[in-house]
C-alpha cells in the first residue's frame, strides 16, 4: 500500500507572496492532519481534518488555512507569506474508523514539503 | 512530549551497545503513546506504539515503557546500528478532541 505523499517536495517563494500544499493520504485513511517543522520550534499542529470538515485546529494565525476533498486528499494554503514561514511542512494521515470518537490511531507521515521564502 | 524552548538532546552510543532515549510528557491524562524516527530530509517513521493501560510493549529490537505516575516514556533500542541514528520524537495524545502533541526530539548518533 502506498503511503502519505506530498508534493511538491521542494519549493521557493517569496515574502507577500501565497503558497498551496498537497497531501495524499494512505488509501482507506479518513484523517489528515497537517504540521509545521521548524529547527526552533519542533514539530507544531497546525490542522487535522477528517470528512471534508477541520475538526482540530493548532495555535497558528488565519493566513494558515486548509481543505479536504471527498477522496481524503488535502491542502494546506499559506498566504502572504514571511520569512518566519520557511519549514517543512508535514502531513499524517490516519485511518480515523470511529471518527475520532474511539480509541486514537497511529499517525503516517509524509516526506514533507520543505518551503524556503526569501 | 513537553511543548518547550527547542533543546534538542544528543545520544551517542557505540555500535552493538544499546540506547536507551527518554521522554517526558506534560498531560496526565493522555492515553495513547508513539514514537517516531526521523532521517534527514525524511518525515517521521512510526517505530512504535503504547496505549495506557500497558506499561510496556515491545518490537523488533525496540521496547517502549510508560510511566504513568511520573509521566515518563523510554525507548530502549538494542543491539543499535548504524543505520538508527536519527532523530527520534515521542507524541503522546490527550483524549477526545485534541491533537498529539510530539516533543523536541533527541538527536541519536551511532558511533562505528
Known amino acids: 500500500k502506498a503511503g502519505v505523499t506530498q508534493t511538491p517536495r521542494y519549493l521557493i517563494k517569496t515574502r507577500g507572496q501565497q503558497v498551496t500544499l498537497s497531501c495524499s493520504p494512505i488509501s482507506g485513511h479518513r484523517s489528515v492532519s497537517w504540521y509545521q517543522q521548524t529547527p526552533g520550534q519542533g514539530l507544531q499542529f497546525l490542522f487535522e481534518?477528517?470528512?471534508?470538515?477541520?475538526?482540530n485546529k493548532g495555535n497558528f494565525p488565519g493566513r494558515f488555512s486548509g481543505r479536504q476533498f471527498s477522496n481524503s486528499r488535502s491542502e494546506m494554503n499559506v498566504s502572504t507569506l514571511e520569512l518566519g514561514d520557511s519549514a517543512l511542512y508535514l502531513c499524517?494521515?490516519?485511518?480515523?474508523?470511529?471518527?475520532?470518537?474511539?480509541?486514537?490511531?497511529?499517525?503516517?507521515f509524509g516526506p514533507g514539503t520543505r518551503l524556503l521564502v526569501l | 512530549g513537553e511543548s518547550v524552548g527547542l533543546h534538542l538532546p544528543t545520544l551517542s552510543v557505540q555500535e552493538g551497545d544499546n540506547s536507551i532515549i527518554n521522554c517526558a510528557y506534560s498531560?496526565?491524562?493522555?492515553?495513547?503513546f508513539i514514537w517516531y524516527k526521523q532521517e534527514s530530509g525524511k518525515g517521521p517513521q512510526f517505530i512504535i506504539d503504547i496505549r495506557s493501560n500497558m506499561d510496556k510493549r515491545q518490537g523488533q529490537r525496540v521496547t517502549v515503557l510508560l510511566n504513568k505516575t511520573v509521566k515518563h516514556l523510554s525507548l530502549q533500542i538494542a543491539a543499535t546500528q548504524p543505520g538508527d541514528s536519527a532523530v527520534y520524537f515521542c507524541a503522546d495524545h490527550p483524549p477526545y478532541g485534541q491533537n498529539f502533541v510530539f516533543g523536541p526530539g533527541t538527536r541519536l548518533s551511532v558511533l562505528p
Open positions: 481534518y477528517f470528512s471534508e470538515t477541520q475538526r
Open positions: 499524517a494521515s490516519s485511518l480515523s474508523l470511529a471518527g475520532g470518537l474511539g480509541l486514537q490511531e497511529t499517525q503516517y
Open positions: 498531560n496526565s491524562a493522555s492515553d495513547y
